[in-house]
């Protein structure tokens, strides 16, 4: 097997172990908060659920599937073996250990932090510096994705990078820039806390800080689906890409726009002025623009494959897809669930229409219909994708794919309608204990119930894919096809400069940044005029022999 | 096009230009929405020029200030202090003189300062330092009540003192102070009546102390009045004062941390057990 190969099947391994408790965890989370009984009835075991939960979810599983997909795209997309290998491990290792401390941190009851680093919610220095060590070993992948697009570059002056390259290298740019915030946020405000130097936190200033990383992460997470989009699903449809452009602008746009419009998490908060949320409530709309230039590309490819099989009229060309491949059904369900996501997602960002279900569980439906839904879904199916090309052992079976790929779709899709309305009834987030005879609670908790079958449907279908996944591994090996990636239609022979690498927009995300963040961060350090410090007063969560 | 632009930063080149330009133009139209439109439209402050819209844009407000918690003005509940100077003073109290100040306050505090009203209190017998105290809070303004304060302003403090020994040189006021100093023995937590209890014994669990060890029968404090034999509905009344923390002249809010965690029938109890016969709503120490 090749060193890269086994870099990619490392990484998602770790992903995958760890998904399917943390899928566990919030079906049983789902229990706790309806009116069914639940076992190990205890608010304090479903807030250090929500932890573990989200922290695998959103930190752990997204940063190794993404990491090992990069490795897989660079050494295939490039046709040249991964350079820096031994970084490569050194950073999984990284990753590795910062995981395994922030999970025990939690385990152990001393991190209920919600998984956001939210002051005052404050954990132990341990959960912390798990989380650090998981996001700065990240950072060696994103050293490593640069450094290899830029030795190609030079070895092969004047060519194009590969599409599927080109965007990966926008993803670790993107995550870069992303995780800054939130390093500068544990390495200044909330590591000196939790270490016991300082007695106060700047809470609006971490907050703050942590918004710059909360929305570019989870374009972050969502870029790995879109790679797959433009790369893998023409092939996987037997077409090709309708644009190999619009797919070099899509990414760009992503890696432009998803930075500077975090504060729109923070509409709700009191340290900043209403004119600067708007202008991150206003460039948060462009951010739909590369998702619907992508929803027109994908839908053009399949279009194509489909005239290419035999399709005919208006419509026909949707029914000769081979709908029996996992990529093109996964393809599918994740743009219905885009939609409805991105339909919730638009009411989220809107400035006066966020106060409507700002913390409800409108949001968690809302990230779970994008993430949880349209993402992972293309996660699954990349994974069989890759699976049989890196091990060389054919998927096993194809119809249990699609069953599991089913199964997500109507698990999510039932666990979602529900927590919007009960959103738009006023039902919180976060929240383990609801009294359901209290008259303004009751009606919620017919939805809730509806929302805890969605719950049996994912874990149903997480079991599934753990399935696949291993009776594949353990078959027998013969297949020998490399993963291929789909051609556009005009093959691009040569590309602007500022389409083929990322130094103008690098400029222009700076400034963007500095427009959107340079008042609201620099205010804390020049003007003080701000929301008081809150002391953070309980006792230090510093074990007593680290002391 | 493609051929020309090899130079990513150069503004000759398109897609340079295609970005900084859209850059710049997304840049002022949220600008100009956000922090002129927006902060001077939509804000109901209509008469805002341009700068007070960026600036409420900004988050900047005039009554934005420095990120401290807002404080209270600094407040003492009363200007006097127990020196030997104050007690000098006191001491030095002519009542003769006293006497004369003295005819001010008969209408309401009656003849010789014996209350015949159940509102207001007994000041015959009363000790010269809680009279004086008291004359000195009103005219500070720590202490409001009706005509007090305007009275207590027109006396000087040599005056107070003159007026605070008069009253407490007249007979047939409030009982005199023993000489034994001692706490009544026999009251106890076990007590069954809750006024007694409250006196003697307090209430640890609430932080309250015995009545007695300040106000009587046993112990006395400085500056601290006997409530014996004091108008039972003037008392309820004081306490309650304390409770609302509409009376605030008591230095350590010693009084208000007290009456606030009595009840009603608590403070009623309490009044009567130390009123009075008669000069309450119910006759008589009915707890006794």
Sequence with gaps: MHNSSRLALYHCWVAFAVFLPAVALGAWQMLMRSPLPAPLDDPNAYYASVTLHGTAMAYVITTFFAMGFGYAVTATSLERPLRGVAAAWIGFFICLIGTVMAVLAILSGRASVLYTFYPPLLASSWYYFGAFLLVGGSMIWVVLMIYNMAAWKRDNPGRPVPLAMFAITATALLWAWAASGVIIELVGVLLPRALGLTTQIYAGLARTLFSVTLH??????????????????????????????????????????????????????????????????????????PTLLTVFSICASLEIAGRVRGGRGLLGWILVLPWHEPMVLAVALSLVMLGFGGFGGLINMSYAMNSMIHNTSWVTAHFHLIFGGAVVIMYFAVAYEMWPRITGKPLRSKALARWQLWLWFWGMIIATVPWHITGLMGQPRRVAVFDYSDPFVAPMGPLVIISVVGGAILLLSAILLIVVLVRSQFGERHLEAPLRYALAVNPPRTVPASLNGFALWNAIVLVLMLFAYGYPIGQFFFLKSSVPAYEVTHTSAIAAGVR | MMARDQGSFSIDNPWPRIGWGMTAGVIVVAGVIGFGLLSRYQQNGSNLDLWNSICRGLGVTSDSASASEPRPASRSPT???WTSGTLARIGAGDPDHGAFVALNCAACHGQGGVSTSTLIPTLAGMDSTVIYKQLDDYRSGNRLWGVMGAMAKSLSPQDSADVAAYFAAQQDG????????????????????????????????????????????????????????????????????FAQGTRENDIFQQMRIVAKQLTQDEMHALAAFYGMPGSGKVAGRVFR
Excluded at chain 2, 224 to 239: D, N, T, V, W
């Design chain 2, 174 to 241: 409030l009982p005199a102070i023993g000489s034994n100093r001692i706490p009544e023995s026999g009251r106890s937590l076990r007590e069954a009546d809750p006024a007694q209890r409250l006196v003697f014994a307090g209430d640890p669990q609430r932080g309250i102390p015995p009545c007695s060890a300040c106000h009587g029968p046993g112990g006395y404090k400085l500056g601290a009045p006997a409530l014996e034999g004091q108008r039972a509905a003037y008392i309820e009344r004081q306490l309650a004062a």
């Design chain 2, 79 to 81: 200007q006097i202090a």
């Design chain 1, 216 to 289: 570019a992460i989870v374009y972050f997470w969502l870029m790995p689906a879109y790679i797959a989009f433009y790369t893998l699903v023409p092939q996987a449809a037997g077409g090709r890409l309708y644009s190999d452009t619009m797919g070099r602008l899509t990414f760009i746009m992503f890696l432009v726009f998803s930075l500077p419009v975090g504060m729109h998490h923070l509409f709700a908060d009191p340290e900043h002025g209403a004119g600067l949320k708007f202008v991150q409530s206003f460039l948060t709309f462009f951010v739909a623009l």
